[in-house]
C-alpha cells in the first residue's frame, strides 16, 4: 500500500514535472508560443563578483545553494529573467537552471569570456575567429540547449565599439551564423541568437541596420540576429521620456525587423536610483517598440550599481536599491505586461545595402561575411566532441538556509523559493520588505499571470502538490 502511494506519487510528480514556456521571436517581439501572448524581459543581471571575477569551474550557475538564495530574491523582487556574462560550459549547470526554472526566470547568456582566446578580439577578429574558439561557443549551446528556460544566446557584448571602417561587424555576423546554424542542426528547438550593443551614437543605428539587414532577402539569412539589444543608461535620476531621449529610441527603432531590447539599464547618478525608467519603459509609449530590459545588476560591487551585497559567509543583505526597484515593479500592471497579444506582423528585414548604412559615414559597408572555415564546418556537420548537456533535474530543497537581511537590517525569515505551475514566468508579487518594527515576513507568495479562473485553481493544485512534496521529501523538477 505505502509503495502503491508512493509510486503513484512518484508517477504524479514526473507528470506535473513544471516548465516554463520556451519562447520565440516573431516578427519583433517574444512570443509565449503555448498561448499567443506577448513576452517583456523583466530582468536583472547576475555576475557575482562581475567579470574580472570570473573563473573555469565556478560560474553564476554552478552552486545550487548561492542560486536557491538568490533565486528566492528575485521572486520577491518580481523579475523574470536573469542575464549572465560569464560561464563555464564544461560544469554542471542543472540545479541552478532548475531552480530558476521553477520560480519562472529565464536566462540570457553570453557565449563569451575574458580569458585569452573566448571572445572575438575587435583588433584582430579574424585571429580570434577560429575553431577553438567557435568550439567554445558551441559548448555553451550544448550545455544550455536542454533547458526549457534559456531564453537567447548572445554572440557578443559591445564588440562593435569604434567608428572606424573595420571588419569586426562582419564577424560578428559570422559567429552569428555559426551559432544559428549548430542549433537548427543540434538543439531541438531554435532558440535566438541576438547581439548586445553600446548605447553610443551615432554607432548604435548602424550597428543595427548592418546585424538585422538580409543577405537573402528573407529573415531566414542565418548571419543576420535574431535579436538586437542595447546597454542604455540614458535615463538618470526622476528623467522624462523625452529629457532621457527613450523618445528618440522609441523612434530609431519604431519599425525593427526584430525584438529590441535593454541588455543593461540603471544610470546610478544621481544615487540612491528612483528607477522612475521602469513604469516608463514598460508603459504605452515605449511597449510598442521595445520588450523589456535587464537591470544593471544584483550583486553590489565597486561599481556600485548592485541590489543585494552578498558577503563571503553566505549571507545576503538587500540594498535600499532593491526595495526602490521593487515598489517600481509592483506599480505595473501585469496584463500590460504578459498579456499582450503578439501583434504578429512579420517584419520584412530589410535588405543588407550600403544605403543602410547612414549615420556615421564610416562603419563598415563590407557584407561579405567571412566563410566558415573548414574546421569549423566540421563542428557544425557532426556536433563537438564531449558535449555536456544540461537538463533540469528534480529539486529537493527549498527553503534558503543563508542569513538574508532587509536593507533595514531586520532578518527575512522563512525565504524560500515557491515553484510556480507549468507554463507560468515570475511575475512582480506585490510584496514590499519588513519594516525594522516586524520581527519576521510571510516567505513570497508567488504570483501568476493567467487570466482565466481556472488559473487560479491550477496554481493551487501545484502549491498544494508542491507543500505534500515538500512534507514528504521530493519534488518537482
Ligand atoms: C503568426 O503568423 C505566422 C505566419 O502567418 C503563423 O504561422 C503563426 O501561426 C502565427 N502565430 C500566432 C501566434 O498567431
Ligand atoms: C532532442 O534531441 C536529442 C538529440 O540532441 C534527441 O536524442 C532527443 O530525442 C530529442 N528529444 C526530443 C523531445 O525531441
Ligand atoms: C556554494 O556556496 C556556498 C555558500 O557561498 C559554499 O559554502 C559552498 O561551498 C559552495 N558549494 C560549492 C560546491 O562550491
Ligand atoms: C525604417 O524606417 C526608415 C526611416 O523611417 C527607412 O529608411 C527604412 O527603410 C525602414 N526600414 C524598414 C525595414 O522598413
Ligand atoms: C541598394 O539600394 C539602392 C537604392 O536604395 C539600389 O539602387 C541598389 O540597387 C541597391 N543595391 C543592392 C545590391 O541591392
Ligand atoms: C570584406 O570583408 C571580407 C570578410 O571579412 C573580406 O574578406 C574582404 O576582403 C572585405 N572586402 C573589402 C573590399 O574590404
Redo the contacts with the bound molecule.
Keep these: 500500500m505505502i509503495a502503491n502511494t508512493f509510486a503513484f506519487f512518484l508517477a504524479l510528480f514526473s507528470s506535473l514535472c513544471a516548465a516554463v514556456p520556451s519562447l520565440e521571436v516573431q516578427g519583433s517581439d517574444f512570443v509565449n508560443p503555448k498561448d499567443g501572448t506577448r513576452f517583456q524581459i523583466v530582468g536583472v543581471a547576475y555576475q557575482p563578483g562581475g567579470s574580472s571575477d570570473y573563473n573555469p569551474g565556478n560560474d553564476p550557475l554552478s552552486n545550487g545553494t548561492t542560486c536557491l538564495r538568490d533565486a528566492a530574491l528575485m521572486q520577491r523582487l518580481g523579475v523574470n529573467a536573469i542575464r549572465v556574462y560569464n560561464l563555464d560550459p564544461t560544469i554542471n549547470h542543472d540545479l541552478c537552471a532548475s531552480i530558476f526554472n521553477a520560480v519562472g526566470i529565464y536566462l540570457l547568456l553570453d557565449v563569451n569570456s575574458p580569458l585569452q582566446g573566448e571572445s572575438i578580439n575587435r583588433a584582430a577578429p579574424w585571429e580570434s575567429y577560429n575553431a577553438v574558439y567557435v568550439n567554445r561557443i558551441f559548448e555553451v549551446v550544448e550545455a544550455f540547449k536542454g533547458y526549457p528556460n534559456t531564453l537567447l544566446f548572445f554572440a557578443g557584448n559591445e564588440v562593435i565599439n569604434e567608428q572606424s571602417d573595420s571588419s569586426v561587424p562582419s564577424y560578428m555576423r559570422a559567429v552569428t551564423r555559426d551559432l544559428k546554424n549548430y542549433i537548427a542542426k543540434h538543439s531541438n528547438r531554435t532558440i535566438p541568437v541576438g547581439y548586445s550593443a553600446a548605447d553610443v551614437r551615432p554607432l548604435l543605428l548602424d550597428t543595427w541596420n548592418y546585424l538585422q539587414c538580409s543577405l537573402t532577402g528573407d529573415a531566414t539569412d542565418p548571419s543576420r540576429v535574431d535579436v538586437f539589444a542595447l546597454n542604455s543608461y540614458s535615463w538618470c535620476g526622476d528623467s522624462s521620456f523625452q529629457t532621457s531621449g527613450y523618445d528618440v529610441l522609441v523612434s530609431d527603432f519604431a519599425n525593427t525587423s526584430v525584438p529590441v531590447f535593454f541588455s543593461e539599464y540603471g544610470c546610478i547618478q544621481p544615487y540612491p536610483r528612483v528607477f522612475t525608467e521602469v513604469p516608463a519603459l514598460y508603459g504605452p509609449l515605449v511597449t510598442p517598440v521595445l520588450s523589456g530590459g535587464i537591470v544593471y545588476e544584483y550583486t553590489q560591487e565597486v561599481s556600485n550599481y548592485g541590489l543585494v551585497t552578498l558577503n563571503d559567509d553566505g549571507s545576503a543583505y538587500l540594498v535600499g536599491d532593491f526595495d526602490t526597484f521593487q515598489k517600481q515593479l509592483n506599480t505595473l500592471s501585469i496584463t500590460t505586461l504578459q498579456d499582450t497579444t503578439a501583434q504578429n506582423t512579420t517584419v520584412v528585414p530589410p ?6 548604412i547612414t549615420t556615421t559615414g564610416t562603419f563598415s559597408k563590407n557584407f561579405t561575411i567571412p566563410a566558415v572555415p573548414s574546421e569549423v564546418q566540421d563542428l557544425l556537420d557532426n556536433g563537438i566532441s564531449n558535449p555536456n548537456n544540461g537538463k533540469l533535474v528534480a529539486l529537493t530543497v527549498l527553503d534558503v538556509t543563508q542569513t538574508v537581511k532587509s536593507s533595514s537590517g531586520v532578518s527575512i525569515t522563512g525565504l524560500k523559493i515557491t515553484p510556480l505551475a507549468d507554463d507560468e514566468s515570475n511575475t512582480p508579487s506585490g510584496q514590499t520588505q519588513p519594516s525594522p518594527s516586524a520581527t519576521s515576513s510571510a516567505p513570497a507568495a508567488a504570483t501568476t499571470t493567467k487570466k482565466s479562473g481556472a488559473a487560479g485553481l491550477v496554481r493551487n493544485w501545484a502549491g498544494l502538490m508542491a507543500a505534500v512534496a515538500g512534507v514528504m521529501g521530493w519534488l518537482v523538477c
Excluded: A, V
Aim: net charge negative; glycine share 0%; charged share 15%.
Design positions: 535588405t543588407c545595402n550600403d544605403s543602410l
